[in-house]
């Protein structure tokens, strides 16, 4: 009898034992369907080697963790560029600089997950996920699923049809899904249903609606307001609450400061009545993929296809658009009547005011809601924002193989893979241009006789209360400034790849050493074509940003050798088993000119049996920096900024890329011990202890506002980076930085297994525990100080790196998901539970408020719990066969001696038994006690969603039921 040999990840040679030297988690799709989770990103973020900055798919319409519409898991607590994410084996294209999108991989296509726990290749730092999808599956399946929570509607509705068939020569298999979810809200929940921002002072985000208003001092008085003038040329106003936008300057709340927001008079604005907390999706596609025998197993020809749709919708409330001066679009309102014009016919404004030079504005332009002689140039908030994205993945592999091949013992793999994302991008904002516009009475779009006429002689009212007391001639003016922008961004990876490998190149006394080399090519592009309303600034909260086009070529040239030393046959005392394997990789990137070889040794050895085994990996890493972060288009928000003590929540931000980056270079090292007892005989027992530490240098990262605002204060302000300051010279209103090859990242910890099964006369009962614990996570940026991250917040304050090196939540130091099945007869029940550490957060800053303080967001456990019955229908066994009618299809003998057999006929189930046969019926609840989310108060108490919104959802408690039915 031959073992089946099969290749695992982490080896390209073929070995009939399952565990090596390489670290390999499977999940298998046994353990798939028990895990009750939805899709596969979020069975990838479960597992415990999964932790911080991967890019969820819930509280990320902004894009603050990665690409809105995408998810991506990361390994170890690295951004999400150093983990590998492979489809059976071979390279797939990654979302520009975020990874691979995981949302275009149909979890009921997927078959089972190998997950890599050490680095491997160029690219690997943290680690491969290697995703297998269905092959050589006999028959066909239909699968049903719904599910909700108990108190609102955010139903999850899938099916799928899984099929397969052929023979010993041809094997044709697939997958045709569709899957749908709909949105939740923050208001939905009262944890986040309230205002956040400034917590416990529950001020709001000072961008607000009323909104606040730079004026001048001078003109305050002369309107009727009250004399501000000694405290200072500028000061701030706002109409009052339920202000129906006709409120006199003399009923306006002022201050020298923003009157609403964090910290001020009144509270701000309201983010979470507007903005969703897990995003409508829908998503459909199909997989087939063929295997056939041209000479038998020495030369088969394969490949697959799939196609998957994804599509999400997301909304947030109004963008906040920063104070005057702020890059970008320059928002203004006219004066309440037109200007007097100098003797060059230029508008004469009052002193300390924006002057229409300064904003653009048209000599004749006025506002008559406008209570003040002058320009107003300040914060405001626009309409609400709709974000949709649509991902088409698109992916073709065609290859042949074959192995026994010579003396039996040699074999190869080749094939070319195409794949291709095409995000479609759609933003529903506001124009700049146009918001001016209807501010603006004298424009032409209120003029009847125009042609740009809007159907409306009345412009845009912005000093009512518009969230609660909404001016019904607002309406049209608000339809004409929105915009909807459509940017397309292709991402395309091309590959032909070659593996030869034997199994047997010589003997040893120990046996024959395995060997694999092998050749690639591979070729990216990521193209951005932004819509011209983005791509020349015209959208609120944006700001000028290029098309980009990049792309890179590369080849590599591998090979790896497995060494037996010893074997159970020769009998060496202390040397049960031993082997060493050994790797290396030449990588030459042609775009610019740079090579690398990086090697990985490995060990495997049993000292006295199989019940022990210890293992052992080293290897070195070199990885090439994203093509958007050389080349891609330019990113923009708004982050707090503090400047000589003077804070400005909202200070506009731009991210630009860096074709100066260089590659940064890795190494990691694995060790541990697998121990299966054979001395317990009631049951099995398998205990896993592997110890990991992973260092990187010069990680390509982006500076965080305060650094650059510091070095900008000290006057070393480097190359490609900006600081502008308001009129006063008090805030800063601007912050351009780039990217930058950071320093070093170092990371050290231990993941734990232990599984035991026990098999009684009431069933079998299996228990599977898996638990990763980070040590210690040490960044270092470039110049600065090396920080202890491991339990402590991702957007932590430290040198300003944080707030943009990741979003809400930590790098959490325990992990650990238990899960405790028994199956019986057609019954399998298991309970799941669900560990998650918790982590420090830096609530207040000293630079920014004169003291630190800290808060500790507390650990979670969770639990789920899923019960399934299949039905199985058999024909009944007869007691006496009865002459043409036999119930096991057999031919019976006549009652009558010497008599000719009867004719039997085969026994039909009825109908109903037909509908029931192998169906399997599964009812599970995530989440059973509806546990929320830990509090997470956010740096500078900035998170509005009071949790941490990037690893918890907010869905509560979700049952669901799902029927499998066999054909």
């Not at 080697?49 to 798919?57: D, K, L």
Request: with cysteine.
């Amino acid at each position: 009898m031959e073992v089946e040999r099969v290749i695992v990840t982490g080896s390209n040679i073929p070995t009939a034992e399952e565990l090596g030297p390489n670290p390999v988690y499977t999940l298998n799709r046994d353990l798939i369907d028990k895990s009750g989770e939805r899709t596969t990103a979020e069975l990838l973020r479960t597992q415990p080697i999964a932790n911080a900055n991967g890019v969820p798919v819930q509280n990320n319409a902004n894009g603050a963790a990665g690409a809105t519409g995408v998810a991506t898991v990361s390994l170890r607590g690295f951004e999400r560029r150093a983990t590998l994410v492979l489809i059976d084996g071979r390279r797939i294209t990654p979302y520009s600089g975020y990874g691979f999108d995981l949302n275009t991989i149909p979890l009921p296509a997927v078959q089972s997950i190998e997950i890599l726990k050490d680095g491997a290749s160029t690219t690997a730092i943290a680690g491969v996920v290697n995703i297998k999808l269905y092959k050589d599956y006999r028959g066909a399946q239909l699968s049903l699923y719904y599910g909700n929570t108990l108190d609102k509607d955010a139903a999850i509705y899938s099916g799928d049809i899984l099929f397969g068939t052929g023979d010993d020569k041809t094997s044709i298999d697939g997958d045709i899904f569709f899957f749908h979810h709909n949105s939740m809200f923050n208001r939905d929940r009262g944890n986040s249903n309230h205002v956040r921002f400034g917590a416990p002072h529950a001020h709001g985000s000072p961008d607000t609606t009323p909104y606040n208003f730079q004026l001048s001092a001078d003109v305050v008085k002369e309107a009727g307001g009250p004399d501000f003038t000694a405290t200072g040329p500028i000061i701030f106003g706002t109409p009052p609450d339920f202000s129906n936008g006709l409120t006199p300057a003399s009923d306006w709340i002022y201050s020298p400061r923003p009157v609403r927001g964090p910290f001020a008079l009144l509270p701000g604005f309201n983010f979470n009545a507007f903005s969703s907390s897990y995003p409508e999706q829908e998503r459909w596609g199909g997989y087939t993929a063929f295997e056939h025998k041209l000479c038998d197993d020495q030369l088969r020809i394969f490949g697959d296809f799939y196609y998957v749709d994804v599509k999400q919708h997301d909304e947030l409330a109004p963008v906040g658009t920063g104070p005057w001066g702020a890059r970008g679009a320059l928002l203004y309102v006219p004066p309440n009547h037109r200007f007097q014009l100098d003797a060059n016919g230029v508008p004469i404004t009052p002193p300390n005011t924006p002057t229409a030079a300064e904003v653009g504005m048209p000599p004749n332009a006025y506002n008559p809601f406008n209570p003040f002689q002058q320009i107003i140039a300040g914060g405001t908030l626009a309409f609400d924002r709709l974000i949709d994205n649509e991902n088409q993945a698109f992916l073709l592999t065609a290859g042949i193989r074959g192995d026994k091949l010579f003396n039996g013992s040699w074999g190869y793999d080749g094939a070319f893979r195409y794949n291709q994302i095409e995000n479609l991008s759609r933003f529903t904002g506001v124009s700049g241009l146009r918001f001016n516009r209807i501010m603006n009475a004298a424009d032409p779009i209120y003029d009847p006789t125009s042609a740009q006429y809007i159907g409306t002689t009345t412009p845009f009212n912005p000093f009512g209360d518009g969230l609660h007391n909404p001016i019904p001639s607002n309406s049209i003016p608000v339809e004409f400034a929105r915009v909807s922008p459509r940017d397309i961004n292709t991402f395309k990876i091309a590959t032909v790849d070659l593996n030869i490998y034997t199994t047997d190149l010589f003997d040893l006394p120990a046996g024959g050493v395995g060997l694999a080399i092998g050749g690639q090519f591979r070729r990216e592009t990521e193209t951005t074509d932004l819509d011209d309303a983005n791509r020349l600034g015209g959208v609120l909260g944006g700001g000028l940003s290029p098309s980009s086009h990049s792309g890179r070529r590369e080849y590599a040239f591998y090979g790896e050798t497995l060494i037996p030393v010893f074997t159970p046959a020769m009998r060496v005392p202390g040397f049960h088993s031993l082997e060493f394997s050994a790797a290396a990789r030449f990588e030459y990137w042609k775009n610019n000119d740079t090579n690398t070889l990086v090697p990985k040794v490995g060990v495997r050895w049993q000292p006295f049996d199989e019940q022990l085994t210890i293992r052992s990996t080293w290897g070195e890493g070199f990885r090439e920096p994203g093509l958007a972060a050389l080349f891609g288009f330019r990113f923009f928000g708004l982050v707090p900024t503090s400047y000589h003590g003077n804070v400005n929540e909202d200070t506009r931000f731009e991210i630009d890329p860096n074709p100066l980056l260089t590659p940064e270079h890795s190494r990691n090292w694995t060790g541990g011990v697998v121990y299966t007892p054979k001395w317990i005989t009631t049951g099995q027992l398998t205990v896993t202890i592997d110890l990991w530490d992973i260092e990187r240098e010069g990680v390509p990262n982006i500076p965080g506002p305060q650094l650059v605002v510091g070095q900008f204060i000290s006057g070393h302000l480097p190359p490609g980076e900006q600081v502008v300051l308001d009129p006063t010279g008090n805030q800063v209103i601007f912050v351009r930085t780039t990217f930058q090859n950071a320093g070093r990242e170092n990371a050290r910890g231990v993941d734990l297994g232990i599984q035991y099964q026990l098999p009684t006369r009431y069933g079998t009962f299996t228990s599977l525990t898996q638990v990763t614990y980070l040590d210690s996570f040490i960044f270092q940026f470039f110049g600065g100080k090396a920080r202890e991250v491991a339990g402590r917040a991702t957007y932590d304050w430290f040198d300003s790196i944080f707030p943009t090196y990741g979003n809400t939540e930590g790098w959490f130091k325990w992990k650990g998901i238990s899960r405790l099945d028994w199956t019986w007869h057609n019954f399998d029940m298991n309970w799941t539970v669900h560990y998650t550490d918790g982590f420090w957060e830096e609530i207040y800053a000293k630079k920014f408020d004169g003291h630190w303080k800290q808060h500790y967001v507390p650990h979670t456990w969770f639990f789920d719990a899923q019960t399934s019955y299949e039905i199985t229908c058999t024909a009944p066994a007869e007691m006496t066969p009865v002459p043409g009618y036999s119930k096991d299809s057999k031919a019976v003998e006549a009652a009558v001696s010497g008599g000719s057999p009867e004719q039997s006929v085969a026994y039909s189930m009825p109908c109903w038994k037909n509908l029931l046969n192998n169906t399997r019926i599964t009812v599970g609840v995530n989440n059973i006690f509806g546990q929320r989310p830990p509090t997470a108060f956010g740096f500078e108490l900035q998170n509005a969603i009071n949790y941490p919104g990037s690893y918890y959802d907010n869905l509560g408690r979700f049952v669901y039921l799902q029927l499998t039915k066999k054909f």
